[in-house]
């Protein structure tokens, strides 16, 4: 796999990029990069809360809030094309310390208060 290539490959961490078959298969990554004790951030906070060790990204629940604005004005009369293509502007840092702990690294308190949720 390409986490097991990593990990021989002595890298230092993962960046794993948005995709939706990684999505469907989050939990599965999560534990490769545990198995290989490779840190890994990811770009959704449900491979977190499946074990990743750390994501920093869009708040899809804020996201989907604001689309369904979008909806209800559309549905009132509003012309999709409209109204104004907007971009995310609530992001969010979730560390999970179980797994840091797991793959044997710390993360120092300066990046813990700055996160937004913290897994125990």
Not at 27 to 49: M, S
Request: glycine share 6%.
């Amino acid at each position: 796999t390409a986490f097991r290539a990593a990990s021989k490959g002595r890298a230092d961490a993962v960046l794993v990029l948005q995709s939706p078959v990684f999505v469907n298969e989050r939990t599965q990554l999560a534990d490769l990069a545990v198995k290989g004790r490779l840190p890994a951030i990811y770009d959704r906070r449900e491979f977190v809360d499946d074990g990743g060790l750390m994501c920093y990204g869009t708040n899809f629940a804020d996201l989907s809030r604001r689309a369904a604005t979008y909806v209800d004005k559309i549905l009132k009369g509003s012309k999709p094309a409209d109204l104004p293509v907007e971009q995310p502007t609530k992001f969010e840092l979730v560390i999970n310390l179980k797994t840091a702990k797991q793959i044997g690294v710390i993360i120092p308190q300066s990046v813990l208060f700055r996160a937004d949720k913290v897994i125990r």
